[in-house]
């Protein structure tokens, strides 16, 4: 069994920055591209920056100068560096990763989602 455990959301002020981190555990073998996705009450899920395992990243247009997504493949972990939070950035946010465990297939998997609240 795999999983992704999210941390760093928070509450903060327009302006301000947060960090979030994804860490994965269990019988891994390998991760390949991971990804943060956030849903905002009313909305669909929407992908806000991703990283491949080369290191290659892409970012909503809305997030683009503001978000840095980076990773730590020692510590199976990916990072979101958020800075200049506006209140539209509020959502719950979820880590995704694609993950092949030990003598298993690679498969898609989700983390708990963690929630983000910029106040104005």
């Known amino acids: 069994q795999v999983q992704l455990v999210e941390s760093g959301g928070g509450l903060v002020q327009a302006g301000g920055s947060l960090r979030l981190s994804c860490a994965a555990s269990?019988?891994?073998?390998?991760?390949?591209?991971m990804g943060w996705y956030r849903q905002a009450p009313g909305k669909q899920r929407e992908l806000v920056a991703a990283i491949t395992n080369g290191g290659s990243t892409n970012y909503a247009d809305s997030v683009k100068g503001r978000f840095t997504i980076s990773r730590d493949n020692a510590k199976n972990t990916v990072y979101l560096q958020m800075n200049s939070l506006k209140p539209e950035d509020t959502a719950v946010y979820y880590c995704?990763?694609?993950?092949?465990?030990?003598?298993?297939?690679?498969?898609?998997?989700w983390g708990q989602g963690t929630q983000v609240t910029v106040s104005s």
């Open positions: 995704n990763a694609y993950i092949i465990s030990w003598r298993t297939s690679g498969s898609d998997y």
């Open positions: 269990g019988r891994i073998f390998s991760i390949n591209d």
